[in-house]
């Protein structure tokens, strides 16, 4: 078992909300840098870098390798570093977190739907006012279209162990223009 540090919509995995808890890096900071799947579905997603004087809250939660590489298989841009977060009560835990260098230079508005999944961990977890505040506006701004197509973005994710990011991607947009080209071929058919 290790202790994970998590901070995107891995908060909201049913394996960490079974013992996860509010945690925070010193001088390290969590924006959405991260280059997306789509400029327009998916434009950024959070990712955890140093940043002087910075807070970076998150959860830590303890893990199997097993369950680890079960939620977080398809988290192809990143790689694990071993850092120092601290829990609510100041304690210093060791763990492992996602880090990356595939940023956007500034910070770009996530889609709506992955900020809402960060909204809503950061009061599941009760994070400072702050960052709530800062998750809800990004859920406000976000483009819509992925809480409309829901299954794109975790269709994906399962495909991606399997198929690698290009290909799950091209499976899926398949997958949803075969769709489209039946309904229209039934819509035809009916009138």
Same mark, same amino acid.
């Given at each position: 078992m290790?202790n994970?540090?998590?901070y995107?919509?891995?908060?909201?995995?049913?394996? @960490?909300?079974?013992n996860?808890?509010?945690a925070y890096i010193?001088?390290?900071a969590?924006?959405?840098?991260?280059?997306?799947?789509?400029s327009?579905?998916?434009?950024?997603f959070?990712v955890?870098?140093p940043k002087?004087s910075?807070?970076a809250w998150g959860?830590?939660?303890?893990? #199997?390798?097993?369950?680890w590489? #079960?939620?977080?298989?398809h988290e192809?841009s990143?790689?694990l570093d071993?850092? @120092?977060?601290?829990d609510?009560?100041?304690n210093a835990?060791q763990?492992?977190?996602?880090?990356s260098?595939?940023m956007?230079n500034?910070?770009?508005n996530p #889609?709506?739907?992955?900020?809402?999944?960060?909204?809503?961990?950061s009061?599941?977890?009760q994070?400072p006012r702050?960052?709530?505040?800062?998750?809800?506006?990004?859920?406000?701004?976000g483009?819509?279209?992925t809480?409309i @197509?829901?299954w794109?973005?975790?269709?994906?994710?399962?495909?991606?162990?399997?198929l690698?990011v290009?290909?799950?991607?091209k499976?899926v947009l398949?997958?949803h223009?075969?769709?489209?080209? @039946?309904?229209?071929?039934?819509?035809?058919?009916?009138?």
């Amino acid at each position: 078992m290790k202790n994970y540090f998590v901070y995107g919509a891995l908060m909201m995995s049913p394996k @960490v909300l079974k013992n996860g808890c509010a945690a925070y890096i010193k001088d390290y900071a969590v924006e959405m840098r991260l280059r997306g799947s789509s400029s327009f579905l998916e434009p950024s997603f959070a990712v955890l870098f140093p940043k002087e004087s910075a807070t970076a809250w998150g959860v830590v939660t303890t893990l #199997s390798d097993e369950d680890w590489r #079960s939620i977080s298989g398809h988290e192809e841009s990143y790689h694990l570093d071993h850092l @120092v977060a601290y829990d609510q009560s100041g304690n210093a835990v060791q763990i492992q977190a996602f880090v990356s260098q595939n940023m956007y230079n500034t910070e770009i508005n996530p #889609s709506s739907r992955y900020a809402r999944m960060l909204y809503r961990a950061s009061v599941r977890y009760q994070f400072p006012r702050e960052i709530c505040t800062r998750y809800y506006h990004m859920m406000k701004q976000g483009n819509k279209t992925t809480r409309i @197509v829901f299954w794109y973005t975790p269709l994906v994710k399962k495909l991606i162990p399997r198929l690698g990011v290009r290909r799950a991607k091209k499976c899926v947009l398949w997958l949803h223009l075969m769709i489209v080209l @039946v309904l229209m071929i039934i819509a035809l058919t009916i009138i």
